[in-house]
């Protein structure tokens, strides 16, 4: 079982920076993939970026490519979301994820995270 607890959510203006940060009670050598979700009011749950285990490889929505960067930190166990340039269409509840199968691999797909944060929310005001 792990437990991902996210932070860093708030209020910040267009155009703005906010940083939110995933901690995971995983053991230190399970390899697993991790992704960030998010979900507006009214609107579906939405892909934001995803990371391998090894760090390598990224993969970001096109909607945010270029704004976030998403990083993680093994030793900490530890996942980041920077979020720069803020948009108003950035306001949802961001989740975090991971995922136990493929081998470490991030993934756009939700269906293929098994634990999932309760979830920070980030709103940007035009």
């Known amino acids: 079982q792990v437990q991902l607890v996210e932070s860093g959510g708030g209020l910040v203006q267009a155009g703005g920076s906010l940083s939110l940060s995933c901690a995971a009670s995983?053991?230190?050598?399970?390899?697993?993939?991790m992704g960030w979700f998010r979900q507006a009011p009214g609107k579906e749950h939405e892909f934001v970026a995803a990371v391998s285990w090894s760090g390598l490889y990224k993969y970001y929505a096109d909607s945010v490519k270029g704004r976030f960067t998403i990083s993680r930190d093994n030793a900490q166990n530890t996942v980041s979301l920077q979020m720069d340039s803020l948009k108003p269409e950035d306001t949802a509840i961001y989740y975090c994820?991971?995922?136990?199968?493929?081998?470490?691999?991030?993934?756009?797909?939700?269906?293929?995270?098994?634990?999932w944060g309760q979830g920070t929310q980030v709103n940007v005001s035009s």
């Open positions: 994820a991971a995922r136990r199968s493929g081998y470490g691999s991030g993934s756009g797909i939700s269906d293929d995270y098994d634990y």
């Open positions: 995983a053991r230190r050598d399970d390899t697993y993939g």
